[in-house]
């Protein structure tokens, strides 16, 4: 695993190297593969497709995107207005041409490209192991994926056969191509109908189990170094990310994402702008993200910290680890990033710091949209989804470089605050994420019960807070907005206690920024609402251990 490790490393290394001034760039032992700088985009749209026609063009988009000369890539349009959203953004690039001549001509634009292709796959199904050892397969070879319904046509434009998927068993797949696999990416994706893209750029293995729990499942993570990405998800939470945590591995839940081949290879354009200009989120604007961001623990460096009494509130939006959820109804939602009640209060966003190079154009997007009351922190737990607590612990070397490609990623990504959820808290844990982290602070959120820390404050060795929620803002798993009120209105405003400081997490799936709004309306005089890094720094200025 070790030599696996280095070998990869210097490759990554090497090829962003190679590739500055041509292709987007990597942090350091960045999981994710570059291939080269866009510059012809086709677009298809693929809504009206049956199964087996979308299933070529996903393996057309990934193929494409794998050759590495010329600028060609896909994008497929699907029907979600987001997907609209994101081809507008594409089309604000003066680098990018967006070419709609086959844009509802799937035959016409495999006849464009056939040349690069040997042949095909077969599958005789859209669905189950068939069709993803034929993804798999595609992944590593030069040929599509095609069933009985796209046979004919992948015939007409000259390819050939050149595997069957239907003669093995994943395990079988595995074994016989072992050596051939990306050691960085692997899918774990129940429908082929998403995700199927990017595996094929990736040469990633495809497969799935509802819990990630199976021989096959243990051998592939094996396969895999360390602090790399599982893509998908799967039937039981907890049993996916406790099982790739336990083999170093983290998980990006991405089961409905199109398009990360395309977008994988573009870089930070606003973002990498206005840093340049001294501010990373929002160039003129006097309270971006980036300077909030900035949590100090120096208590004379804060000595205008607001000393009379009252009570500290911040909120935290749960679920940005979710990539797929960015990607589409995180988007668009009138409930979320687009409700108009946005900016209203002070709100802290959990995002991947993944998205920096799974998606920059859309990171770019929301740095670009965001208000004065708007900060991004990372979702749990940190550049992908892991239970800390689990990770091997043999002198917390795994969990440890997990954590470097962490603060790389954050650090491109403007983010200063460290998310995580864990099985039970560790502060030996939480004392390695920080260790040489850029995070300012870290907040942990139990997996049962996210508020499980209660407020309790602690600091790491270098004088970083680690803290986590006092309360959960949900109607299925915490208390509903005017209970919080009720609560916070109530508590301590002693400055100099834990207790006059709460961390609230919103769960997206039942509360939304209305109710955010909502519960700050019922709030009494004594309590002021923050961001989470303005919160962070009153708290490390008043709280004295």
């Avoid at 668009?332 to 991947?352: D, E, L």
Wanted: aromatic share 10%; with cysteine; charged share 15%.
């Amino acid at each position: 695993m070790q030599n696996r490790t280095v070998a990869v490393v210097l490759t990554v290394v090497v090829a962003a190297f190679a590739g500055l001034g041509q292709s987007a760039s990597r942090v350091g032992y960045s999981p994710y593969p570059l291939t080269k700088t866009p510059t012809d985009v086709w677009v298809l749209r693929n809504w009206g497709m049956d199964d087996s026609q979308a299933l070529l063009a996903l393996s057309l988009s990934g193929q494409v995107a794998r050759r590495p000369t010329g600028g060609d890539f896909v994008y497929l349009q699907g029907g979600h207005p987001a997907y609209q959203l994101w081809l507008d953004e594409l089309s604000k690039r003066g680098t990018v041409n967006v070419h709609y001549e086959f844009a509802s001509d799937l035959p016409g634009l495999l006849r464009k490209f056939a040349p690069l292709f040997k042949g095909y796959v077969y599958s005789r199904s859209t669905t189950g192991d068939g069709i993803r050892n034929a993804v798999s397969i595609s992944g590593i070879s030069d040929a599509l994926v095609v069933t009985p319904a796209t046979v004919a046509l992948a015939r007409s434009v000259g390819l050939r056969s050149a595997y069957s998927a239907d003669a093995g068993t994943p395990e079988q797949l595995f074994s016989f191509f072992e050596s051939k696999w990306s050691s960085r990416i692997l899918c774990h994706q129940s429908n082929q109908l998403f995700l199927s893209d990017y595996s094929i750029y990736s040469s990633a293995f495809m497969f799935y189990d509802p819990a990630l729990d199976t021989d096959l499942a243990t051998r592939a993570l094996a396969h895999m170094c360390i602090a790399s990405p599982v893509l998908g998800w799967g039937d039981d939470e907890h049993s996916l990310v406790w099982h790739a945590s336990r083999m170093a591995k983290f998980v990006h839940p991405a089961d409905y994402s199109i398009n990360l081949p395309l977008l994988s290879n573009m870089d930070l354009e606003y973002f990498s702008t206005q840093n340049a200009n001294g501010c990373g989120n929002c160039g003129a604007k006097p309270s971006c993200a980036i300077r909030k961001a900035a949590v100090s623990n120096d208590a004379e460096a804060n000595s205008t910290a607001r000393n009379a009494p009252h009570h500290t509130v911040t909120f935290i939006m749960s679920d940005g680890d979710n990539i797929q959820w960015l990607m589409n109804d995180f988007a668009t939602s009138q409930s979320m990033w687009a409700c108009p009640n946005r900016g209203k209060v002070p709100i802290g966003w959990t995002v991947s710091p993944a998205l920096a190079e799974l998606a920059p154009l859309i990171l770019d997007y929301y740095h670009r949209t965001m208000t004065v009351n708007d900060e991004f922190v990372t979702a749990a737990s940190g550049v992908g989804y892991i239970f800390p607590d689990e990770f091997p612990q043999g002198g917390f070397q795994d969990l440890a470089m997990y954590s470097r490609l962490t603060s790389d990623l954050m650090a491109k990504s403007g983010q200063r605050v460290l998310s995580v959820i864990g099985g039970q808290f560790n502060l030996d844990t939480c004392n390695t994420l920080l260790q040489d982290s850029t995070a300012s602070a870290l907040l942990w959120y139990d997996y049962v019960n996210y508020a499980g820390m209660a407020g309790r404050v602690y600091r790491s060795p270098q004088g970083k807070i680690i803290t986590g929620p006092r309360y959960v803002m949900s109607s299925s798993m915490g208390i509903l907005p005017a209970q919080l009120a009720a609560r916070v209105n109530t508590a301590s405003t002693d400055v100099t206690s834990p207790d006059a400081y709460t961390i609230v997490v919103v769960h997206v799936w039942t509360m939304d920024v209305n109710d955010v709004v909502s519960a700050t309306r019922m709030f009494g005089s004594n309590v002021v609402v923050k961001s989470p890094s303005d919160f962070l720094t009153d708290l490390a200025a008043n709280v004295r251990q």
